[in-house]
């Protein structure tokens, strides 16, 4: 089985500062390692998505996200936030090969001017 | 432009009434998917299909049945909705074509509300 803790419900932080998202999963098995935004109102979509190969994975709107095995994380990262950030970012897990997909409990991000 | 459609985004219903929220995929992708989001609890997997007639229960199952009987269509039914269904719903679907990445497409969400 999967699990998947995100660090911080909630994060605060100002127009064109860095920001970090923390992600830790645990599995017995290989996974697929996700990053899914929401703005209000609407569904998720896809970050950005580790699969395999490097451990520095580049997403849209400027995103990144670095696997960690040894450390079983996933953070996910920006050197400078927009408000247009603002939104919940979930982190999510599947494990190769499987059907099921775990999300953590989502961080909500708040861009201040 | 891949495209999930929920028909529904706000539902009001009170305790007792059947519920049905549908769902479609444009992507003929055979598996789909109907999660349920709470704050601080995450989506949380109700049903999955991943075969038209095909369908397997998530984690949190109880009080909900679904229906896939067209591969671009995944139902949930809630039978007898109560007060404690009240929450954002949200369908998705994934492929299994070459690579599966695993990667979630979703549709924009029904918001339920039951008196």
């Known amino acids: 089985a999967q699990s998947v803790t995100q660090l911080d419900s909630q994060v605060p932080v100002f127009e064109e500062a860095p920001v970090e998202l923390r992600c830790n999963y645990s599995?017995?098995?290989?996974?697929?390692l996700f990053w899914y935004v929401q703005y209000p109102n609407q569904g998720l979509q896809l970050l950005l998505k580790?699969?395999?190969?490097?451990?520095l994975v580049k997403g849209i709107n400027g995103f990144e996200a670095e696997f960690n095995k040894s450390q079983t994380s996933f953070h996910l990262r920006k050197p400078s936030v927009h408000i247009s950030d603002t939104a919940e970012y979930f982190c999510a897990v599947t494990s190769t090969g499987g059907f099921k997909t775990i999300f953590g409990a989502g961080t909500r991000l708040f861009v201040k001017a | 432009d891949v495209k999930v459609t929920q028909s529904s985004r706000y539902l009001v219903k009170r305790t007792g009434e059947k519920v049905f929220l549908e769902c479609v995929q444009d992507m003929d992708h055979e598996n789909m998917f109907w999660y349920r989001q709470d704050p601080g609890l995450g989506l949380r997997l109700i049903y999955f299909?991943?075969?038209?007639?095909?369908?397997e229960k998530g984690d949190i199952p109880e009080g909900y049945s679904v229906s896939r009987e067209k591969k671009e269509r995944f139902s949930l039914i809630l039978e007898s909705a109560s007060t404690n269904q009240t929450s954002m719903y949200l369908c998705a679907s994934r492929g299994n074509r070459g690579r599966n990445t695993g990667e979630l497409f979703f549709g924009e969400g029904s918001r339920l509300t039951v008196l």
């Open positions: 299909s991943y075969d038209v007639k095909m369908k």
């Open positions: 580790y699969l395999s190969g490097s451990t």
């Open positions: 599995s017995s098995v290989s996974v697929y």
